[in-house]
């Protein structure tokens, strides 16, 4: 087949390189000048670096040089990228700097028409492909609110930016800025300028659960959250192994005592309650949207006075006051703001699949429905890529490949599209109220990653050895246990079409 990717990060990357190792013609659109996704040197804001360690964040065939430290910076991930596609000779397939402007089915729906648009050049006729790839990314598109007061603040001097728009910290220097939001990249950019910056100033709407890189100053804590049993802590829909049935019921009690306690040493660790910035909740919360380290130096520079977190509240207004930017809270405090940064999430959209297509995917509350976050139920030759959140994006972009791979190739056994229909709106339910509306019109799967590859290769057919998944219930994973299920995948494929000829 023919088959177009739009986008180059992990997701992208990984189908490129199983696609074409099945003998698949591939073609990946990139609007930017480099691979990457959101490591892209035109989108990863200053101070960004992994949540995990080097270790677990790989494609199962390429570990990361042994050289990088334990969590890599930004731009380490995107050279590493870069060094993956000249590695396997990818680079023929790529076309970046170049947009995906619009994506139409065929008149008899035998695949799609693409037309894109190279930098500085016009845009280019429409291309033919027998199937189409959206690796576009769930973190590509920023959400800034619409504050009252903008004009008058850009009038007078005022800017206001997503976090991925910063990429130089000496754009901020001496001003007074203001970040919006409590996630990774709010706390993040809060840190990386508080040094820098006139004033910092942290606008919390809902304060979240952070988790340090070390646990008590000595347990890492991969050894936590990167193993199966860190990720049954928490209760996930079904619960299909011996352990996990035992943790939420004979055990629950000395499950629940280890999560708390891991909320209390937390809560000490970073001196939450004498900052007044104990959330609200349980710890257990942290699983509900998305679970972020704590960012280093971001505790201590608020002890310090450097930076400020108003909890509970957000900006009502921007207003002048003396040619000043300020940005006046719905508590009634206001602070002022040069600088605006908004850390405020990510809009889940296909800008370039137009109103018709876009409708026959999303559920009435304007969720994705996608089978194994992949498959969508009533538009054919299309597939997703990376519409599942993941601690392990890398691995999990590889499966889903080998998904997409044994799916074009005919050898998966699908349920009927009624009962695909049903099990999945039945989970986007499930996520829905258990991240309280959090998630990301579903494409969160987290925690639970392990549960998501595990459930993709089950449809696939093919898995690692049973020694290695026991190993993943105390050892951090390693995604290099995972190298020969390609060949397996082409082994399935190759007796299939045996059988077939037969």
């Known amino acids: 087949m023919r088959i177009a990717i739009v986008g180059a990060g992990f997701a992208g990357i990984a189908h490129a390189r199983v696609l074409r190792e099945l003998g698949h013609e591939v073609v990946v659109f990139e609007k930017a000048p480099d691979v990457g996704g959101v490591w892209s040197a035109t989108r990863r804001y200053t101070g960004l670096r992994t949540q995990n ?31 993956y596609v000249r590695t396997f000779g990818l680079e023929p397939s790529f076309r970046l700097s170049t947009e995906v402007v619009n994506v139409v089915p065929t008149p008899d729906d035998d695949g799609w028409l693409v037309t894109a648009r190279p930098a500085g050049a016009s845009l280019r006729p429409p291309e033919h492909f027998d199937h189409l790839v959206i690796a576009n990314g769930i973190f590509s598109d920023p959400t800034i609110p619409r504050f009252e007061g903008y004009p008058d603040f850009v009038r007078s001097g005022g800017r206001l930016v997503a976090s991925s728009q910063l990429t130089d910290v000496e754009s901020v220097r001496d001003k007074h800025v203001v970040v919006v939001g409590y996630g ?76 708390d306690w891991i909320g209390s040493v937390v809560t000490s660790q970073l001196g939450l309650k004498k900052l007044g910035l104990v959330p609200r909740g349980e710890f257990s919360d942290i699983a509900r949207s998305t679970v972020s380290l704590s960012t280093d130096g971001f505790y201590e520079q608020v002890a310090a006075g450097t930076i400020a977190v108003h909890r509970d509240t957000q900006i009502g207004r921007f207003v002048i006051t003396d040619a000043q930017p300020v940005a006046e809270l719905t508590n009634g405090e206001s602070v002022k703001a040069d600088v605006v940064i908004c850390g405020t999430g990510f809009n889940q959209r296909v800008p370039f699949l137009g109103d018709v297509v876009t409708k026959r995917l999303l559920d009435e509350r304007e969720n994705f429905q996608l089978w194994k976050q992949i498959l969508p139920h009533d538009v054919p030759n299309l597939t997703f890529a990376g519409y599942n959140s993941s601690f392990f994006s ?21 349920p009927p599209v009624k009962e695909r229909r049903a099990i999945v709106a039945e989970r986007v339910q499930w996520m829905e109220q258990r991240t309280n509306g959090r998630h990301a019109r579903g ?11 595990d459930e993709t290769l089950e449809d696939i057919g093919i898995d690692v050895s049973p020694g290695a998944r026991a190993m993943q219930w105390l050892l951090p994973v390693d995604p290099s246990a995972y190298s020969g299920l390609l060949a397996k995948l082409k082994k399935k494929i190759a007796r299939a079409e045996a059988t077939a000829g037969a």
């Open 443 to 453: 494409t969160n799967v987290l925690p639970f990653s392990l549960h998501n590859i």
């Open 53 to 83: 360690n080097r270790n677990s964040y790989a494609f199962s065939d390429l570990p990361m040089p042994k050289e990088y430290p334990e969590w890599p910076t930004g731009e380490q991930v995107q050279a590493y990228l870069e060094r």
């Open 394 to 414: 890398p691995l999990s972009a590889e499966v889903g490949a080998l998904w997409v791979g044994a799916y074009l190739a005919g050898v998966l056994n699908l």
């Open 184 to 259: 990774k990249s709010a706390c993040d950019i809060a840190a990386e300028i508080g040094q820098v910056a006139a004033s910092t100033t942290v606008v919390a709407r809902h304060l979240l659960w952070k988790m340090p890189k070390r646990i008590a100053g000595g347990l890492n804590f991969k050894y936590l959250l990167l193993t199966r049993l860190g990720e049954n802590l928490f209760r996930y829909q079904t619960q299909d192994s011996g352990m996990e049935r035992f943790l939420h019921g004979p055990g629950s009690a000395v499950r629940q005592g280890l999560v």
